[in-house]
T-cell receptor, first 113, second 113 residues
Framework: QQQVKQSPQSLIVQKGGIPIINCAYENTAFDYFPWYQQFPGKGPALLIAIRPDVSEKKEGRFTISFNKSAKQFSLHIMDSQPGDSATYFCAASTQGGSEKLVFGKGTKLTVNP | GAGVSQSPSNKVTEKGKDVELRCDPISGHTALYWYRQSLGQGLEFLIYFQGNSAPDKSGLPSDRFSAERTGGSVSTLTIQRTQQEDSAVYLC???????????FGPGTRLTVL
């Protein structure tokens, strides 16, 4: 049973566009929702994370929107650049993130020049 | 400072052989996690250590998989009698436990022929 569902599987946008990646979760005990960025041949790196007590968090060009009642959260990348081309994973965890992360299956983003 | 390191970076083995994968966490990080990333899949949790003990081994797929951690630092993931379905990238992450961020290593790509 997949506990975190991520969509779309792949996404192509033009430079300057605003790609949006969506995730939905089932376990209401989740209380920490990070997004990781992964480049080919590298390990995932934390991009931004949110807790359910806020509905939005912004760091630079990256924004997480969180809807607790719908059990959904999404990543928006403003003014996307070719260097943002990577695979993005949403994840969820209990115990404030000290427990295991449950990952979505990833979204491969391509930003064309 | 140094990040999480893993060795070897690549491992090719024959079906039925045993393999050992090593993870060196960030110095001072008390929590250590192993994940597996198969082609086209998200990251799948395997096991988590707090110090030298493993409070959550629920992701180990079979009794052919085992892991240990010594001195609260280095961890070794052992796969006995490898099978072709074990082919994947094995990722290690560490955290301070008091914070939520898991820092990932570059992974070990395991290929079982």
């Amino acid at each position: 049973q997949q506990q975190v569902k991520q969509s779309p599987q792949s996404l192509i946008v033009q430079k300057g566009g605003i790609p949006i990646i969506n995730c939905a979760y089932e376990n209401t005990a989740f209380d920490y929702f990070p997004w990781y960025q992964q480049f080919p041949g590298k390990g995932p790196a934390l991009l931004i994370a949110i807790r359910p007590d806020v509905s939005e968090k912004k760091e630079g060009r990256f924004t997480i929107s969180f809807n607790k009642s719908a059990k959904q959260f999404s990543l928006h990348i403003m003014d996307s650049q070719p260097g943002d081309s990577a695979t993005y994973f949403c994840a969820a965890s209990t115990q404030g993130g000290s427990e295991k992360l449950v990952f979505g299956k990833g979204t491969k983003l391509t930003v064309n020049p | 400072g140094a990040g999480v390191s893993q060795s070897p970076s690549n491992k090719v083995t024959e079906k039925g052989k045993d393999v050992e994968l090593r993870c060196d966490p960030i110095s001072g990080h008390t929590a250590l996690y192993w994940y597996r990333q198969s082609l086209g899949q998200g990251l799948e949790f395997l096991i988590y250590f707090q110090g030298n003990s493993a409070p959550d081994k629920s992701g180990l797929p079979s009794d052919r998989f085992s892991a240990e951690r010594t001195g609260g630092s280095v961890s070794t993931l052992t796969i006995q009698r490898t099978q072709q379905e074990d082919s994947a990238v094995y990722l290690c992450a560490s955290s301070t436990y008091t914070t939520d961020t898991q820092y990932f290593g570059p992974g070990t790509r395991l290929t079982v022929l």
